[in-house]
């Protein structure tokens, strides 16, 4: 057990681990995004003041919304996936089109969340 | 040919410790989180969202069903969406997505700390940070 992993962030980044690779540090990041975010927003509304609805400004704008949004949305469908998957293990065969529904249920709803955020902020 | 034997091992041999009881609750509570998410969506759909609210706002109150997400909307009384019964559903929604949060960032600290005195310190900030975020989220439901 360590650290000692041998592996340069360039080759780490070239290895080939396809779609459930990119779901998983889609997943960590989107996780991380959350924890990261949603605690730095309800400190911000505990403490209110003058620093609380600045930092909360911040959070109400509409490229916050359209980044938070997708840590949200991605981290819950992909997660329902890992649950699903998880919890009836003989899935596990079909991962691989598991990704692609995770994907057409994920395209969609988030492209209208983003659509009518950006509408909103447009002006309607 | 003999049959395939089962590999599944009795609990006993399982090693049933508390990293895989902490597992089995990240899938759980995040199906819990989502029967919360979908009473919140039917909940905002009854109080007239359809006509008074665009799809990220429902969603933004689904995912957290605070009376203060819904500020910014054409919703004409915020008394129904601060109900006691929004309040109760925001605190469960909160402690569950607190707990898989932390739990999650513990998860995450392992894959680059190693050590065990790490992994001890790791924890204990965790639980501080859980049980602080609980208290700050609770008292943030129920005075808004």
Redesign the interface.
Known sequence: MGLKRNVGLLKGLRYKGQGPMLTFVLHRIGGLGMAIFITVHMLASFLGGKGGSFVNGIYESWAFQVFIFFCVFFHAINGLRITIVDLFPKLIEHEKEAIWVEWAVFIPLYGIAVMVIIKTALGG | MTPAKSRTLPLSKRGLSFETLMWFFT?LS??A??AL?IFGLIGALVMGARNQM???DV?RWA?MPNN?HVQ?TNVPDLAPWASSLWKLTASALMLVAVAH??H??VV?ADD?V?SEGGRKIVRLLSIVMMLS?SG??L??VWT?
């Open positions: 899938r995040a199906l989180m989502y998410i665009n799809f990220a969603m995912f203060t910014s949060g932390v999650g960032l995450i680059y190693a975020m700050i989220g008292y943030i808004s």
